[in-house]
């Protein structure tokens, strides 16, 4: 007998697996990656084949209608127009958004949520909105709010440009400034 896979390597008329026996549901891609959520949102999620896009969001599609559906938005729905829907919590290293739970969920501004992002891959300083300027190698960092980029100062050492960064970011960003934009902070 052939199994039927759908675009999103889902079977047929299959969903994903849940463990709703502890204090959150923990879902089970058909790969086996765990996903978390509150138990009171299992209706709305039940009846969709999750799985991880390239960015490291669950989604799904709609099989009558082939609509993508993303697994942050629906829990948090309705979502007024202009707002997007961020998770708190980023990983280091690839993003992998797996915890929505609504503690972990905030509706919040495009601006709000460009404010609140992991480390981008090509940063090789461990650290946003710092580099080193490879003629001088003073230190450089920098730091956008309203689409105007600010430079905060060029510094001898990597410390006193990631502690401009965090101040600025403190200032501008207050509470959605990523609490992990640096992964390395000398001392």
Same mark, same amino acid.
């Given at each position: ?22 204090? $959150? ?6 790969? %086996? ?24 969001? =669950? ?11 993303? =697994?942050?938005? =629906? ?9 997007? #829907? ?6 280091? %290293? &690839? +993003? /992998?958004?797996?915890?929505?739970? &609504? ?16 480390? $981008?891959?090509?940063?090789?300083? %461990?650290?946003?909105? #710092? ?5 001088? =190698? ?9 689409? #105007?980029?600010?430079?905060? %100062? ?5 410390? +006193? ?8 970011? +403190? &200032? ?7 609490? /992990? ?7």
């Amino acid at each position: 007998m052939n199994t039927v896979r759908d675009e999103n390597n889902c079977f047929a008329k299959q969903y994903n697996t849940y463990d709703l026996s502890g204090s $959150y549901g923990i879902g089970y891609t058909n790969k %086996g990656e765990e996903f978390w959520f509150d138990l009171e949102d299992y209706d709305k999620i039940k009846n969709y084949c999750w799985h991880f896009n390239q960015w490291g969001h =669950l989604i799904s599609t709609e099989r009558n209608s082939n609509k993508r559906v993303f =697994l942050h938005r =629906l829990i948090m729905e309705p979502i007024p127009d202009g707002m997007v #829907v961020d998770h708190k919590w980023h990983p280091s %290293g &690839k +993003e /992998n958004k797996y915890d929505n739970r &609504k503690a972990n969920l905030e509706i919040k501004t495009n601006q709000q949520n460009l404010m609140n992002h992991a480390l $981008y891959s090509s940063n090789t300083s %461990g650290c946003s909105g #710092v580099h080193q300027d490879k003629k001088s =190698l003073k230190w450089i960092a920098r730091i956008t709010f309203n689409c #105007v980029r600010y430079t905060l %100062g060029r510094f001898n050492t990597f410390e +006193e440009a990631v502690k401009a960064r965090k101040e600025a970011e +403190e &200032k501008f960003y207050g509470k959605y400034s990523y609490d /992990n934009s640096c992964i390395f902070i000398g001392g």
